[in-house]
């Protein structure tokens, strides 16, 4: 089946450590992103990627690192310099970024101790 | 930046009974979808509607651009309707903004 795959689900992590949240998509989409979501809100845009090896900054970038080095797989590296990580993650992917619809994996929750 | 604002906030329900969310930005889109994400957090995609009506079983929705809103219908609702419903519209860079949801609770 066509879809979106986040992995992993659920991530624990201490302080000062980095973590690479994974997304993979087999839609053949061209542009993909990385939203946050903070409990009761709706979702921030991180970093996104039209294209290979082409990504940029979104409205929270700080603290978050990504790469885009083949059309089906855009991860995204949550830094020791996020001062505040713990949150739920959304990859998307859609065709083409201004008029594509979106769609979202299932999401990676991470909490740091 | 464009201004995406969702009402209600928050809506409690009877099965069975009907609810009309709302969706309002503050400038011209050529992308909106709405969006459910159920309790396990995943956003299921319902409507890409920037512009006219459509209709996918007991739901509905419509988008008026030029007075720059968009209404989500739900008849008979169900438990399985509980959830958040998220608007999203295309800023003048393209990238989808969101607004913050409304939460929808649907009781047996």
Redesign the interface.
């Given at each position: 089946d066509g879809g979106i795959t986040q992995s992993p689900k659920y991530l624990f992590r201490k302080e000062g450590q980095n973590v690479t949240l994974s997304c993979e998509q087999n839609l053949n989409h061209d542009a993909m992103?990385w939203?946050r979501?903070d409990p009761g809100?709706?979702?921030?845009?991180i970093y996104?990627s039209q294209i290979v090896n082409d990504f940029q900054k979104?409205d929270i970038a700080e603290g978050y690192s990504v790469s885009r080095e083949k059309k089906e797989s855009f991860p995204l590296t949550v830094t020791s310099a996020q001062k505040n990580p713990t949150a739920?993650y959304?990859c998307?992917s859609s065709s083409q970024?201004?008029?594509?619809?979106?769609?979202?994996?299932?999401?990676s929750?991470l909490t740091v101790l | 930046g464009i201004q995406?604002e969702q009402s209600p906030p928050d809506l409690i329900l009877q099965e069975g009974a009907n609810s009309t969310l709302r969706c309002n930005f503050s400038d011209s889109v050529?992308?909106l979808?709405w969006?459910h994400q159920n309790p396990?957090?995943?956003?299921i995609?319902l409507f890409?509607i920037?512009s006219g009506t459509k209709q996918n079983g007991r739901l509905s929705a419509t988008t008026v651009a030029t007075e720059r809103y968009s209404l989500l219908y739900i008849s008979s609702s169900q438990t399985t309707d509980s959830g958040v419903y998220?608007c999203?519209v295309?800023d003048n860079n393209?990238?989808?903004r969101?607004?913050?949801?409304t939460r929808l609770t649907v009781k047996p």
């Open positions: 992103y939203y979501q809100q709706g979702l921030r845009l996104y979104g739920f959304l998307a970024k201004n008029t594509g619809e979106l769609f979202f994996g299932e999401g929750r | 995406v050529n992308n979808q969006f396990w957090g995943q956003l995609n890409y920037p998220f999203a295309n393209n990238d989808m969101f607004g913050a949801g």
